[in-house]
C-alpha cells in the first residue's frame, strides 16, 4: 500500500506560484501512473495533472498551460509547479495514484487571494 505526504501549499496572491511536493513510500513508486487531485468543500475531488510511468503528461483544461506536472522516481516523489494562479485554483490538493487509489494524504491547502 503506497502512502502519500503532500507538502508546498500555502497562501498566495493572484498571479503566484507554488509547488506543491508529494513523498511517496511503501510500494514501488515508479510503477504507478500518478496525479494530483483538488478538492474544494461540496465538490467532488477531481484529478488535475497526472503523469505516466513513461512521463507523459495530462490536464484538466482549466490549468493547461499554467501548471506543470513533473517526477522523480529515486526520490519517490511526484511536483506540481503552479504558475499564473487563481483565485479558483483554491482547494486542498492531494496526490495518488491515477488508477487503484490508495488511502489518501492528509493534502495541502492551497490559497489564492488578494
Known amino acids: 500500500q503506497v502512502q502519500f505526504v503532500e507538502s508546498g501549499g500555502g497562501l498566495v496572491q493572484p498571479g503566484g506560484s507554488l509547488r506543491l511536493s508529494c513523498a511517496a513510500s511503501?510500494?514501488?513508486?515508479?510503477?504507478?501512473?500518478m496525479g494530483w487531485y483538488r478538492q474544494t468543500p461540496g465538490k467532488q475531488r477531481e484529478l488535475v495533472a497526472s503523469i505516466t510511468t513513461f512521463n507523459r503528461t495530462n490536464y484538466t483544461d482549466s490549468v493547461k498551460g499554467r501548471f506543470t506536472i513533473s517526477r522523480d522516481n529515486a526520490k519517490n516523489t511526484v511536483y506540481l509547479q503552479m504558475n499564473s494562479l487563481k483565485p479558483e485554483d483554491t482547494a486542498a490538493y492531494y496526490c495518488n495514484k491515477v488508477s487503484s487509489v490508495s488511502l489518501w494524504g492528509q493534502g495541502t491547502q492551497v490559497t489564492v487571494s488578494s
Open positions: 511503501g510500494s514501488i513508486f515508479s510503477m504507478y501512473a
